[in-house]
């Protein structure tokens, strides 16, 4: 070999693709690419709960593109649809069955969801229901739960990440703190932000604010938030105060919707007047909708003249969405999802048994299938529990790079989804991950 002395080691696969992003997209890629250093890891492809990177590394993906993929990669039946549907062609500016046939399967599974209208993605969705619920009632402030995340409507995009400096107003209440900016002033009077681990704090600021609200906005499972369920307590308030104020609730299941075979809503026993989905009915594709009673859906109805809402779009209801939704929805019965919520339940009870046995101060918080990490002992009930993070702003990155090391992927924040390619062995691989992970932070 020539003598190598001085020379740069080659770059990785990985590495070499970052490089030449950066010079082309800002940040040098929409993926988290600032979580993962010194460069994130490309995707070559997927199979199952695997992925496969640029330089031949596999590992075991409990990212599933944030939540979005309950069969993992490559579902056989999604991939077939879509590879029929695309030699047929892609879009057309004329409707095709294939949005009908994605409508029933979902208005099937959910009595509540009697129409849906589909959209791009989980954004969408939500925005969607918000220019519903302003149209149905005439008014326009919204209310959310502080921290939560509900994608990048800018009505929404507030109070995602205040710190303990700001994250009261003058009044004491949790205030509206603009996530980007360019935010204007004028929007954040119109969102109301609400704690989600205080409903007798929530019961009064809706006592005050609830009857220029147009809707509440509320992802019960919210994983920004700590990825714990909402309570029976804050789910009562709210729908004592929409019967008193007559806004919207509107449930944000572009996550959740998985945890029921009808829908988050029915496993918290609430009937929203809207839902917001998204992610896994779009079969890895990019996908949204609207679902909700026919009397709030005709909002939406623009053959009866000017509609309401326009809810159109290139790609709303594009056929190779709809063929992939239908596929995977028809793969997640009743009797699959049930099965990974016990898979889910018992990888979550295991893994704290083991956090506990080795003495280490982490926990998992979840429900159903989803799951997320948390360095603390403490009660986790909201976005204050866990801002600022316990152990630093770095400690959460640690265990993502070591569980990388250990060829196992979660989102940036540490959690994930356990999918139907899953069983007991991979939830084993994946408690055995997070306790070295940890445990390697800790030392
Ligand atoms: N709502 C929730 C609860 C989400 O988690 C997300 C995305 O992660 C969204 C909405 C936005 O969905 P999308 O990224 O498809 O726009």
Redesign the pocket.
Known sequence: LPNQEGLAPPLSRSAAAYRDARAVIPGGSMRPSSWFAPHPPYAQRGDGCWLTDLDGRRLLDASNN?FSLIHGHAFPPAVEAIRETAAQGTAFGLPTPYETELAEIITHRAPLLEQVRFCN???EA?MFAVKAARALSGRSAIAKFEGA????YDALEVSYDCNPQNWDAPDGNPASVPYCRGTPETLLAETVVLPFGDPKRCREILRRQGSRLAAVVI?PLP?RIGMVPATTALLEVLQEARQRDGFLLVF?E??SFRLHHAGAHSLFGVTPDLV?L??IIGGGLPA?AVAGPAARMAVFDHTQGRPGVALGGTFSANPLTMVAGAATLAGYDEATVDRLARLGDDFRQATNTAFRAAGLTAQVTGLGALFRLHLTLGEIRDYRSITPPPRGPGALAAVHAGLLRRGVLLTPNCSGALSTPMGDSEAALLRQALLEAVAEAEA
């Open positions: 944030f993605s989980g954004t939500v995340y509900h994608g990048t992802d994983s944000d572009v996550i917001a998204g992610k949204g």
